[in-house]
Nanobody, 126 residues
Framework: QVQLVESGGGLVQTGGSLRLSCAPS????????MGWFRQAPGKEREFVAS????????YYADSVKGRFTISRDSAKNTVSLQMNSVKAEDTAVYYC???????????????????WGQGTQVTVSS
């Protein structure tokens, strides 16, 4: 059974930092783009960042560009999201996901991702 397990969420003050991690189990995704999405209460799930299977290509939502960094460790089969200078509007449940198509780049639509984690809550307090 394939699972994506997120960790690292929690409460952080405005301007602070947080690091999320995602560890797939049940299989490796060494030839798939992986991404992070988030969903705030009453809002649709939105793209945050994605990273190619080699780690050589990264994509970010405009709202997080320059503040968040996505990375992956192929040896450990994990992907991380470093969140710096967080703002109140970053408050949401964050989800790790895997593109449903092998070796595809740049997808931002949630429907393009086939595997999802259970989500981890990030709350930014002022």
């Amino acid at each position: 059974q394939v699972q994506l397990v997120e960790s690292g969420g929690g409460l952080v003050q405005t301007g602070g930092s947080l690091r999320l991690s995602c560890a797939p189990s049940g299989r490796t995704f060494s030839t798939y783009t992986m991404g992070w999405f988030r969903q705030a209460p009453g809002k649709e799930r939105e793209f945050v960042a994605s990273i190619s299977w080699t780690g050589g290509f990264t994509y970010y939502a405009d709202s997080v560009k320059g503040r968040f960094t996505i990375s992956r460790d192929s040896a450990k089969n994990t992907v991380s999201l470093q969140m710096n200078s967080v703002k109140a509007e970053d408050t949401a449940v964050y989800y790790c996901a895997v593109d449903s198509v092998r070796q595809r780049l740049g997808e931002r639509r949630p429907s393009a991702y086939g595997y999802w984690g259970q989500g981890t809550q990030v709350t930014v307090s002022s």
